[in-house]
């Protein structure tokens, strides 16, 4: 695997900051002018996949949506197997699920039960990482379903809202290509 152009330093400029989105006071980190600059995805999913890599992934797993672009190019680029963990309702077939807490109520995961085999390292990639809360659901829900899940990899951490230090606790070695201060 060769190694990527950009470095993470040079990736951080290429994440858009929109103020005051969802809410006042919220600095929005928006990955699509990173996404939409060719040598800055590539070099994106290039050092997450060399993260995933040393971590021994056998299987990537991604949650619904960004997490689908980002894991799934990693796959791709390791040669091995994607596992979607996806919004409730969206899987034509019998599947597993957890619910977990938001800052507002309840959310749901869901995956196919026969998407790993028991004991395969599952290395979960996501664009973002801010409290946590759906990277945690995902990695027992992976788990539940037979999975060895000891490593997360990132694009970005918000390390205020405190979610690697969650995952951290939880057993789960976390990466990041870059951090944000604030939210």
């Known amino acids: 695997m060769n190694a990527p152009h950009l470095s993470p330093e040079d990736l951080k400029p290429l994440v858009r900051t929109v103020p005051d989105f969802p809410h006042p006071g919220i600095q929005f980190r928006d990955i699509t002018t990173l996404i939409g600059h060719p040598q800055g995805l590539a070099a994106s999913v290039g050092h997450l996949a060399l993260l995933a890599a040393q971590a021994g992934a056998q299987k990537i797993a991604g949650m619904?949506?960004?997490g689908f672009i980002f894991g799934a190019a990693v796959?791709?680029?390791?040669?091995?197997?994607?596992?979607?963990?996806?919004?409730?309702?969206?899987?034509?077939?019998?599947?597993?699920?957890?619910?977990?807490?938001?800052?507002?109520?309840?959310?749901?995961?869901?995956?196919?039960?026969?998407?790993?085999?028991?004991?395969?390292?599952?290395?979960i990639v996501d664009d973002l990482i801010a409290t946590g809360g759906t990277a945690l659901a995902s990695a027992e829900l992976l788990r539940k379903a037979g999975a060895e899940v000891t490593d997360a990899l990132f694009v970005i951490d918000l390390p205020d809202l405190g979610g690697a230090k969650r995952l951290r606790q939880a057993?789960?070695?976390?990466?990041?290509?870059?951090e944000f201060e604030g939210d």
């Open 171 to 178: 057993g789960i070695t976390v990466s990041a290509l870059m």
């Open 75 to 123: 796959a791709v680029q390791l040669g091995i197997g994607f596992v979607p963990v996806r919004k409730p309702g969206k899987l034509p077939i019998v599947t597993i699920g957890i619910d977990y807490a938001l800052e507002y109520g309840t959310d749901r995961l869901e995956m196919d039960p026969e998407a790993v085999a028991p004991g395969e390292k599952v290395v």
């Open 64 to 66: 619904e949506a960004r």
